[in-house]
């Protein structure tokens, strides 16, 4: 064993406290009653990076949540990681859901985790996968056998769609150039089946509004003579998707990539039991677009689900009122080549398009973010696997996830850097759910393969 | 001016001051919090009614909410008047699109109300309303003028649906016996347009749950591959509804009873201006079912409306989640001969068979009511419609209403009493609304109206 491996083992129980005190804090990005909380995670980070051995560690300001950036440079000759994680959080509502609280992490067995999980929001998204970075850096540091440079960007935004993050990529190139971006912000198949993501899907996210009377009525009175916003935003909920569960907007398939039947039967080779698949979720049957299996559903094909809908009284008991307005958060997912803002533009136009006349219908943008595949014949790519093999004892699969990094685009985009995605988590973790949790297994696997993503990167540029 | 009207005059002020304490009682019924003041304000409706001169009155337990009843019996040769109303107001969220807090009210002018209108949750339902006959009654006693028995029985549950009034009668059907039911719980066409209600739909109200997902799932990545509760929903509740707006449901319009050609433009002879009703609810274009006007959708058709509907993440911001469940509070109005029971049955049958397999569906009955008819030849309403011919100056116009009021078809069938709905108050205030309020015009009318209903009854029951 290394002596990286040495020192990882000898203070597993000190980096697992230092998660735990991380997850205390309630960083939520999306609501600004958590404000400071978002600040004090941000300068948690900064912290534990100077002591882990950073040349320098900032909390930077941008026009929203400050980015944590530090680095560590040992060389002109060596290559440059850039770390990228985040260090807010979903909302954790609905807080009643939680079996405990969920800022308050504990560790508990689960089925999959026979070796305990951490509970708390933001444990596997992405506190403890993006902690694991700052914990083997300071392993390598303490063992003094950093292998690269390392810089780390660690935002506050990635949960309200990194607003912020592509003006910083702008304004701070030359600080971080780099060789490869890192991130953990994504899974394994299962913890015997290790996998890299080399797809992500991108992200269109709208809010609508529908406004019928300019008040609320009461149903009787008006019940029949008027447009009921409710019901209307059901009807043009209802009509975006087809008999065959596909998307009814025109143009939305337009710049879809069509896999080859070569490649959607690779595709088809990585471990999917549909019984287990529905039974993790309780599902008595799937559902989706018509000729295509529940992995292609979730990785090469898009999606449109309503994220959140309310309206009128949804309180206890009955009350008979017509709403005046009804809403609804709307998200599609998208896959290469469709481009976000294109996409959210024809949504726009076609959501505007179907309302009857009797209404008014308002569409708010909130965030996309690009879909992206990355090459698996990549030194970088190649890196991850090795390590990945070190560790887990067999070669991981390539895997085209079904969620959105939008930061893999911007980070090509303007930096013109490649992104490894070397996730840790598992599907069955509840992210963005009550009851997050992430695997001390997951946890520790990632601190361990880490370093030795940095040796093989290290030798096949060397 | 009779010594009863000279009363009355006198008195105005005081009525006012009285109600307005009964209005700063938060008395929702729908809402388990508000428990204690729901009890405070029936032991106010005592209070007032021993003042008043009542022989006696009572706050009797029901298995919910207290029932008030009181009773001044003058002589066995007098008919005798039941007057029916409720203590107990609609919830009054949402809070925030409250002018002025809903409970503690306010007088403002307002261009239908220049001589100004109370605004607080109740003013006009029911409570205004209710009280009129109370300060009527003590107008009477404090003159010597009451020309009929009078029995009061004032319910806390009406807005929940008077599940515990039914039984109430049944075991008080002695005490409760009289010639007619007087109610003022409906309204005026307007204040130069008096009319009496001589029809009320019916109504079922259901609650409907679907389930997906047993757990809320990131839309990343399960999206596309799973069931989304939310989507089901809106498109289970787009189909119960036709191209033409009429209702999907099969077996919904059996029993509907069909006017007339000549019952039809009889009733199209009431003012009915379609530019004013879409102004005054702030409405681009009216709907509603095909082949039919506003006042008959509101009338003699049935609806469907959605009241409610809520479901995963409706916070500020985007959170990308596909829910475990998705809800909706739906109502349906009712006409002659519908049969409560038997739409919610059907509804039910109906809803459960639209599922999809991959989702699960419960339907929960909240409340009903059945529609009804008065005929406009009685004495009761030749009473109603002279006594207001008198204080408005011109004959009232019989008039169907949209709204259901269940009691009158329970008061027919467990006590055998017809009902006459003579109410004061308008379409524009706002009940079951932000800013409900209540004109002073229409409460000191009512004051003035109710005496001269008991001086007619009496005499062509004399």
Redesign the interface.
């Known amino acids: 064993m290394s002596n990286t491996q040495v020192f990882i083992e000898e203070n597993k129980d000190r980096f697992l406290n230092e998660l735990l005190d991380l997850l205390r804090i309630p960083s939520v ?4 009653k958590f404000k400071d909380d978002v600040r004090k995670a941000a300068g948690f980070i900064q912290d534990k990076l100077l002591a882990a051995g950073a040349d320098k560690a900032e909390v930077m300001e941008t026009s929203g949540h400050p980015i944590v950036y530090g680095e560590k440079m040992v060389s002109d000759n060596l290559p440059t990681v850039l770390v990228y994680g985040h260090y807010d959080v ?2 954790a ?1 609905p807080y009643d ?1 939680w079996d405990s609280p969920p800022f308050e992490p504990v560790i508990k067995e689960t089925e999959l985790h026979p070796q305990g999980a951490i509970f708390a929001r933001g444990s596997c998204d992405d506190k403890g996968q993006m902690y694991m970075h700052i914990k083997a850096f300071e392993a390598m540091m303490a063992t003094d056998s950093l292998a690269c440079n390392v810089k780390f960007i660690i935002e506050g935004e990635e ?3 990194s607003d912020n993050l592509g003006v910083f990529l702008e304004d701070n190139k030359e600080m971080l150039k780099a060789d490869i971006v890192l991130v953990s912000d994504t ?1 394994i198949i299962a913890n015997d089946v290790p996998s890299i993501t080399v797809g992500l ?1 991108g ?1 269109s ?1 709208v ?1 609508v509004e529908v406004t ?17 916003p ?2 209307i ?3 043009m ?3 975006l ?1 087809n008999e065959d569960q596909s998307i009814n907007i025109p143009g939305f398939y337009d710049d879809v990539v069509i896999l080859t039947e070569e490649e959607r039967a690779a595709m088809a080779k990585a471990p999917f039991d549909l019984q287990d ?1 529905k039974d993790s ?9 018509e000729g295509f299996s ?2 292609e ?2 990785s090469i ?23 005046s307005k ?4 709307i ?1 599609m ?1 998208l896959v290469p080549n469709q481009d976000p803002d294109k996409i959210t533009k024809l949504f726009q136009e076609h959501f505007t398009s179907i309302a ?5 219908v308002k569409v708010t943008p ?2 996309g973010g690009q879909p992206a595949v990355t090459p698996t014949d990549s030194p970088a790519y190649k890196a991850a696997a090795q390590a990945m093999k070190d560790t887990f004892g067999k070669d991981p699969v390539p895997f085209r ?4 990094i939008p930061i893999v685009a911007l980070f090509e985009q303007i930096l013109g850097s490649k992104t490894v995605l070397m996730g840790f988590g598992l ?1 069955s973790d ?6 997050e949790h992430y695997g001390l297994f997951n946890y520790y696997k990632g601190i361990e393969t880490i370093p030795l993503f940095y040796k093989y990167f290290a030798e096949m540029n060397g």
Chains 1, 2 share one sequence.
Do not use: C
Request: charge should be negative; charged fraction near 20%.
């Open positions: 990005s999306a609501d600004s979903q909302p509502d859901l949960e309200v769609g899974g899907r992200l996210y809010e019928g009377p300019n008040r609320d009525l009461h149903s009787g009175l008006y019940g029949g003579a008027v447009p009921n409710i019901n935003l059901a009807e909920i209802a009509s998707k698949f979720i309780g599902l008595r049957d799937v559902e989706g677009e529940s992995m559903r979730t094909r898009p999606t449109l689900d309503v994220n959140g809908i309310w309206g009128g009284y949804t309180g206890e008991g009955a009350k008979t009122v017509i709403a009804a809403y609804a958060k998200s997912r009857p006349d009797s209404v008014s909130h965030h996830g079904g969620g959105s599907d509840a992210i963005h759910s009550p009851n």
